[in-house]
C-alpha cells in the first residue's frame, strides 16, 4: 500500500468521527470539485514534506547565474550560426536570410541581457525554507477556491483532519492563523503566487483528463 493509500484510509476513518468535515467535503464536490482531487491536495498541503519535494522537482527551472550563462552561450552560438549561413554570399540571396539575420541580432542582444542579469534578489527568497512551506498552503487555497469559493472557517475542519491522517494530533490549525500564513506568503513572495496558481492548474488537470481519478498523491 502506498503512502498515499495509507493517508487516504486514515483520513476517511477520521472524517467519520467528524460531521462538519463530511459536510464540507460534500459541499466541495457538489461545486463540481472530485472528491479525489480534493483529498489528494489535502494530503500534498498538509504532509510535512511536500515543500522539500516541490523545491527538489523545481530546482532545475530556477534560472540561476550559472544557468542563465549557459543560454547565453547557446543563444550566441545559434547567433554565430545563422550569421553565417544567412550572411554568406550565397545565403544572403533566400527569401528568409533578413528575418534570420534580424533573429540572429535578436539572439545577440538577449546573450548580453541574460550574462549581465542579476536574479540574486529573487533567487534569496528560494533558498529560504519559509517559502517552500508555505507553497503547499497557496496552492491548496487557488485549487479550493479559499477564501472566495471556501471559507477559512470551512477549511479548517478539512485541514485538521488532513494534518492528522499525517500523524500530526497536536496541530490544531485555525482560521485566523492559516489566513495569516497565506498572507505571509503573497507579501513576502508577491510575483510566486502565479507558481502556485500553476501548480494548482497542473494537478486539478489531472482529474479533468481522466475519468478514473489516479489513486497518487499531488506532487509525488
Not at 479525489?36 to 532545475?60: H, Y
Not at 535578436?106 to 508555505?134: D, H, I, M, Q
Request: proline residues 5%; positive net charge.
Amino acid at each position: 500500500m502506498s503512502d498515499w493509500q495509507d493517508w487516504q484510509k486514515r483520513f476517511e476513518t477520521y472524517l467519520k468521527a467528524d460531521g462538519v468535515g463530511v459536510r464540507i467535503l460534500e459541499k466541495l464536490v457538489k461545486s463540481g470539485l472530485p472528491r479525489q482531487q480534493v483529498l489528494s491536495a489535502l494530503d500534498a498541503s498538509t504532509d510535512s514534506r511536500t515543500g522539500a519535494r516541490l523545491r527538489k522537482s523545481l530546482d532545475r527551472y530556477i534560472p540561476t547565474k550559472l544557468q542563465n550563462k549557459k543560454l547565453a552561450a547557446l543563444c550566441s552560438k545559434l547567433r554565430n550560426e545563422l550569421e553565417h549561413t544567412y550572411g554568406s554570399p550565397i545565403g544572403i540571396c533566400f527569401p528568409q536570410a533578413d528575418e534570420m539575420l534580424r533573429l540572429a541580432g535578436v539572439l545577440k542582444s538577449t546573450a548580453g541581457a541574460l550574462t549581465s542579469v542579476n536574479n540574486s534578489k529573487v533567487l534569496s527568497r528560494l533558498t529560504e525554507k519559509y517559502f517552500w512551506k508555505g507553497l503547499p498552503l497557496a496552492v491548496l487555497c487557488v485549487e479550493l477556491g479559499v477564501p472566495k469559493m471556501l471559507s477559512w472557517d470551512d477549511l479548517c475542519p478539512l485541514y485538521a483532519i488532513g494534518c492528522q491522517a499525517h500523524g500530526m494530533f497536536t496541530h490544531h490549525p485555525e482560521p485566523r492563523s492559516l489566513e495569516a500564513k497565506l498572507r505571509r506568503f503573497k507579501k513576502r513572495n508577491p510575483g510566486f503566487l502565479e507558481v502556485a496558481k500553476l501548480l494548482a492548474e497542473i494537478h486539478s488537470g489531472r482529474y479533468l483528463r481522466h475519468e478514473s481519478h489516479p489513486q497518487k498523491s499531488a506532487f509525488a
